[in-house]
């Protein structure tokens, strides 16, 4: 009888685990072809009784979600998957790795560069410090191909310049353009360590500054703000460069299109000064066809324009603030744009399913949050979730990976089913919410203006 006990108990326990090649069978609303195709490429890597460690199956399916929502190939989402196994093998919290991950899927990221990433944010968190300015600099440094000492080098001046009571954000911008610049020979940490010593020094901070207070949203003017640090721009000509922002936002014209235009110019070798340059590229982008139609919106309701360039929290923005037309123009400038996925990013260089929803209110003049985490614990906290049966243009779609993380994705209802969001291997495209596959990953939507 205790024979029989402990037989019948090793096969319910054995019934109960999970293999590798089974992960794909549970994933929600997965089509059958997708699904074999799946447990075909895993059958490939693992043996078929493998079995996954319990701590890890809800990360692991989430994952495998998580990479299907970026239409990534069945190959990409077990390579994805490995890596994070081979990670979390260095003794890194899985719930660290997981906020990291995306970072593997459009970049060749290595598992030390993710193990430092991980270590950051959780070091960030401990500490205080913003974790979507800790993602940006992680974003920056794994475009940059930056190894894993130059970005421990980098959060480490970070906290010092948060002990020395500087300018987070000065601080980073400073780091990063040195660890940019910073030779091969170079040892980061004393590169890193000199910004943050240097920092009041440093060019064109006041242009930076300039351009947030006119109503340019923060990532647009850092980006451009690194560019030109990148492009050895003279130093008197980086505040008046940066400045070119705000004069396309006085004029109703994208800041986000004129950063674009400025950084790519100042590549060219030109004698042209500032004031030229800039005017130049107003008359370029002017011509551009989104542009042209949010010209057109802005012309008539000119109280509009007023608003762009001192942006108010939502909170205090009032209902109805919303203008539908200029809203799509933004969107649609991303998307003809063929904006790249880019984790933490918010430009048309690169954007996250969080930035794309930022930045298209921002050139409303209104301001949201810059996470797709931080912007739905928002909507929570002021009532403003959306019925997701009854969504409108311009709601902000939250999705979960596989129902275990609240939010792994997240994108902006356009209509009649179909939402933008930034995938990893497209950019900036259409969803379809009629995709069962899509429909039952949303776990909630905000809306804005009523």
Known sequence: MKMFFFVFAAFVSQAAALTYVDLPEKIMSIDSLKKAKLQQTFAKNWKPAQLVEKPL???LIDLVGLALLNNESPDKCVAVVMQFCAVVKKRVAPDDLFKVIELSFNQNVTDNQLAAGAAALKSAQQ????????GFILSHGIAKQWNEAKLTAAFRGLEQAKSSKVSLVKAALAIMA?????????????????????????????????????????????ELYL???QATCKPEYVNDLLHGLVRALGQGLSANRMGVSLASRVQEASDTPPHGIIEEELISIRGMNEEARRLVVLSKKPGLLE???????????????LDE???????????????????YGATLNGVDGGGLAYVCYTEQGLSIPRTSDEQLAWFKQQKKLADTSDLKFGDILFF????????????VYYGSGRFLHATSTVGITFGDLNDPFFHTRISAAGRVGD
């Open 178 to 222: 040195a660890l940019d610049a910073a030779g091969g020979d170079a040892s980061p940490a004393p590169v890193a360590l000199q910004a943050v010593k240097g920092v009041d020094k440093t060019a064109g901070w006041d242009g930076v500054e300039a351009a947030v207070a006119g109503g340019v949203a923060p990532e647009i003017a850092y």
């Open 307 to 321: 608003r762009i360039n001192k942006p108010v929290p939502v909170q205090a923005a009032g209902p109805r603030m």
């Open 227 to 229: 560019s030109l640090r």
């Open 57 to 59: 199956e809800k990360y």
């Open 400 to 411: 979960t990976g596989n129902g275990v993380a609240p939010v792994v994705h997240a994108g």
């Open 127 to 134: 500490k205080g410090l913003p974790s979507s300015l800790v």
């Open 325 to 343: 037309d200029l809203l799509r123009t933004s969107l649609m400038e991303f998307h003809s744009s063929r904006t790249p996925f880019s984790w």
